[in-house]
C-alpha cells in the first residue's frame, strides 16, 4: 500500500525510483520475466538506489540499463514519494517522469524484461501492473 504522507511506525529498508517516460499520450511500459520478483508484470523502468548514489543518478542508470534511451538528466524532473509499506518490509519509492519529443528506439534488456509496450495511463490501468503502479499512475495522471 502507498501513502503519500510518511505514516507511522514506518522502516524503510531501502529507496527506489521508477520513471514514467512519457511520448506523446502514452507512457513507456516494460514487461518483467516470468521468474523475477513480480514476473509477468508491467512496469515502468525502475530500480534499487544504491549506497552513495544520488537518486537521480539512479534514475538516470537505470532508464539507460532497462530501455536503452538516455536522456539528459536535466530533462527528468522528480514528481513525488511515496512510502510504500508491504508485510515483509517498507520503502520509499521516488517517481520521477520526463517527456521525450520523438519517438526513441526502445533496447530492453533481456536480463530483467521480455517485452515493452507504449500505452496510454488509462489503457494501463487495464493491464497487469507491479504492486501499487495503478495507485502511482492515478496519482501522477490525476485518473
Not at 512519457?22 to 525502475?46: C, F, M, N, S, V
Amino acid at each position: 500500500m502507498i501513502y503519500i504522507i510518511k505514516p507511522p511506525f514506518f522502516s524503510p529498508k531501502f529507496a527506489v525510483v521508477g520513471c514514467f517516460i512519457e511520448y506523446r499520450e502514452t507512457i513507456l511500459l516494460l514487461h518483467r520475466l516470468d521468474h523475477k520478483p513480480q514476473g509477468d508484470t508491467w512496469g515502468i523502468p525502475a530500480g534499487k538506489v544504491e549506497p552513495g548514489e544520488q537518486i537521480l543518478e539512479t534514475m538516470v542508470r537505470e532508464i539507460r540499463e532497462e530501455t536503452g534511451i538516455n536522456p539528459p538528466p536535466t530533462k527528468i524532473k522528480h514528481f513525488a514519494d511515496v512510502y510504500v509499506k508491504y508485510s515483509q518490509f517498507d520503502f520509499v519509492h521516488h517517481i520521477f517522469y520526463t517527456r521525450l519529443n520523438n519517438p526513441a528506439e526502445v533496447s530492453i534488456n533481456p536480463a530483467e524484461h521480455k517485452d515493452f509496450r507504449w500505452t496510454t495511463p488509462t489503457q494501463a490501468l487495464k493491464i497487469p501492473l507491479i504492486p501499487d503502479l495503478d495507485a502511482c499512475i492515478k496519482l501522477f495522471y490525476k485518473i
